[in-house]
């Protein structure tokens, strides 16, 4: 049943209801999106797909990332209630649709889009390989390796350091805030996709990992694209410690399988990496399939 309508049928008896009652609806018709300020002007907002984040400034609002289109119509609904400026720039982390899909929801309002130059080759061929470009909005600007602007009292420097999730992942530093959205380069504690058909290497997203903990410090505060059930999206450099470590544990789990002489189907019947014990969300068999792929394949 739609919420609308289902709330138009249900008002009409609500009066008849006890308080506890009516408590336990209206928390049923709260927000289904969530918002947590991580400063006075940077958020985070969460509903459906890769956690947005966003900047508020006298300059205009920037937006990371965007979900599917009704959770960014959600997103740009509470920053118009937020601020009166224009939305100036959408950065997509890399090309995912649970990360691109809401940025048609932004044509017509943002100056620009950006993302890795990666990142908008695979975004443009998957549309139309699922002859979905009619619902794209695609980056106008790309970068190489690094990109940075100021905006307001802010810098905010994307930086691109190799395969890893996809071919075209970046870092997206709010340098001022010091607050870096990695996307999907950090699953906290969840199973990844590897997304193996758009470039991604398990090796390399290890030194990928690696070179974000040499650059930034032990202040940094991370958003990441997702997380496993009971587990934050946002943390320090102990989750890309943890993530790059259980990266490791499924290559080095996958090898050791290999040698001993199992087949692809065995090894993918595995329910626990060892040393990922924290991993415990479904879709284990993705990068298992991935790890055995990647060593596998000249
Ligand atoms: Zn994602
Ligand atoms: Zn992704």
Not at 152 to 169: M, V
Not at 216 to 229: I, L, M, N, Q
């Amino acid at each position: 049943m739609q919420r609308r309508t289902f709330i138009q049928n249900t008002v009409l008896t609500f009066g008849a209801l006890t308080l506890a009652q009516k408590n336990l609806l209206s928390s049923f018709f709260e927000d289904p999106w969530k918002i947590t300020m991580l400063t006075n002007d940077i958020g985070i907002f969460e509903e459906k797909g890769g956690t947005i984040a966003f900047m508020l400034s006298k300059k205009g609002i920037v937006v990371v990332d965007s979900q599917f289109p009704d959770q960014s119509r959600h997103l740009i609904d509470e920053l118009k209630k937020k601020s009166e400026k224009p939305f100036k720039l959408l950065i997509n982390t890399h090309h995912h649709f649970d990360h691109t899909a809401g940025n048609i929801s932004f044509k017509g309002i943002v100056d620009h889009v950006l993302a890795h130059e990666n990142s908008l080759k695979n975004q443009k061929n998957v549309a139309i390989t699922n002859k979905t470009e009619d619902k794209q909005l695609y980056p106008d600007q790309t970068f190489t390796e690094t990109w940075c602007q100021k905006v307001g009292k802010e810098t905010i420097c994307l930086s691109y350091y190799g395969s890893a999730h996809t071919n075209g992942d970046s870092y997206v530093h709010f340098q001022h805030a010091n607050i870096v959205h990695c996307g999907d380069l950090v699953f906290n504690r969840r199973h990844p996709y590897v997304d193996r058909s758009a470039g991604a290497n398990m090796k390399s997203w290890m030194q990928v990992l690696d070179k974000a903990l040499n650059k930034f410090d032990r202040e940094t505060k991370y958003v990441f694209g997702h997380a496993g059930t009971g587990y934050e999206v946002t943390g320090k450099a102990d989750e890309l410690n943890k993530f790059r470590d259980y990266l490791g544990n499924v290559l080095k789990f996958v090898e050791g399988e290999i040698k001993a002489g199992k087949t692809k189907d065995e090894i993918l019947k595995a329910t626990l990496i060892p040393g990922g014990e924290e991993w415990k969300t479904d879709g284990i068999q993705r990068p298992l399939t991935a790890a055995y792929e990647e060593l596998t394949t000249k």
